[in-house]
């Protein structure tokens, strides 16, 4: 799945929009100012769950201001998805530890949210592995802010990885018929 191309900008709107009818209680608001598609080398499935995961946070971790904003925009070679809650936030000490796999900041009070304290630590891991990054900023009980940002393929090197992904499709289909 490495030769994998995924268009983010339809991928960005349909999360939010699963997300915003799964959650009618909150106010979800989209800024994307951005009017072409956009390709990166990930794999589908793998932007999706890391999405999944940033704004599953964004509820969870938010019980009494409940809304989450979101933003898709471009930079000369990346790409930027950001994911804004306003709910407790995240203190300058923890901030480093969540993508610690199974670190959660407050154990006894997460406890009844469910969860492992893994979501994040495979989120980082799995965008860096595509060569991008995730950040945090928060602020204790004023909210947090998730940034990703992902290399942003040329059209030469996407035409490039289309082909190789067509061909790896054929040589998996080749195999299972054998
Ligand atoms: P799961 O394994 O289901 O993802 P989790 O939410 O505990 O469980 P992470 O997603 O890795 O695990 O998050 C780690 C910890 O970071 C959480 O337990 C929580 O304390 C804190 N955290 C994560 N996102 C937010 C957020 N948006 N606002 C405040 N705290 C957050």
Redesign the pocket.
Known sequence: YNNQVTEVKELVNRVFNDFKMIHPDFTFTLDDDVRRETYVQIYRNHLEQVLI??L???V???VNRKEIHMSFALGSRSVEIA?Q?F????SQD?MA???N?F????KA??RN???????????QRLIESYHGQISIE?AEGH??V?RITLPILTPEKRAKLEKLAAEDNKAMHHHSLE
Do not use: M, P, Q, T
Not at 87 to 90: D, F, K, L, P, R
């Open positions: 995961i940033l599953d946070n964004a969870k971790y938010s994911v809650d709910g407790e936030g995240i923890n530890r969540v993508f796999r670190y959660r900041v407050d009070r997460s949210k469910g969860g492992n304290g893994l979501g994040l630590s495979i989120a928060s909210g947090s998730f």
